[in-house]
C-alpha cells in the first residue's frame, strides 16, 4: 500500500527515506530512470528502462510491489501504480498524466502483433500506436487497456473493463469491451 508512505510518522520515516533513497539511487544507476522528488516506489517493483526506452517518474509518485513497468513511459507528478500493474510502452510510449489512479492488476500494453495466417505467431510483426492516460483518471482493478487508445482527463474506468476504444473526458466506461455507463457531474 504505497500511499501509506506519505502519512508515516516522522519516527518511521527516519528508516524510511533512506531506504527509498538506496532503492530509488540503484534504479537510477543501472536504468535509464529519472525519478522526481517524494517519490515511493517499492522494492518488489520491477522496472525496466533500457536507451531509447527510458523511464521518466514525476514528483510525488507511488508505485507498488510486483509492478511490471517497461519503458518508454512518462510518469508525471501525483500519481499512483497499486501493486500487480504491467504497463509496456512498446516503440511509441505511455503518458499518465498527473494525480491519475491505477488500480491492482492493471495491465496496459502499447504495441500489438500481427496474426496474419501466412506467418507463425512468433513470426509476426509487432507494431505500437502508444497510450495516453488523461488527468484525474481512476482506472479500477484488473483493466485491460490495450494500444492506441487515449483516456481523457477525468475518466473513470470500472474495475474488469477491457479498453479498446477512446474514452471522452470525464466520462465513466465498464465492461468487454467497455462502453459508457454515465458521466462524473
Known sequence: ?????????????????PWQEEIQ?????????KIGENCFISSLAN????????????????????????????IEDGVSINAGVYIDGGAKGVIVKKNTRIANGTKIYA??????????????????????????????ANVCIVDGVSIENQAVIGMGSVVTKNIPNGEIFAGNPAKKIGKRN
Do not use: C
Open 1 to 17: 500500500m504505497p500511499w501509506l508512505y506519505y502519512s508515516l510518522k516522522e519516527k518511521h520515516l527516519l528508516w524510511a527515506k
Open 25 to 33: 539511487k540503484e534504479l537510477t544507476e543501472l536504468e535509464t530512470v
Open 47 to 74: 522496472i525496466f528502462a533500457e536507451p531509447g526506452r527510458d523511464i521518466i517518474i514525476g514528483n510525488n509518485v507511488s508505485i507498488g510491489a510486483e509492478t511490471f513497468l517497461h519503458g518508454p513511459i512518462i
Open 111 to 140: 504495441f500489438n502483433h500481427g496474426i496474419s495466417l501466412s506467418k507463425s505467431i512468433k513470426e509476426q510483426t509487432v507494431t505500437s500506436k502508444g497510450i495516453t492516460i488523461g488527468s484525474d483518471v481512476w482506472i479500477g
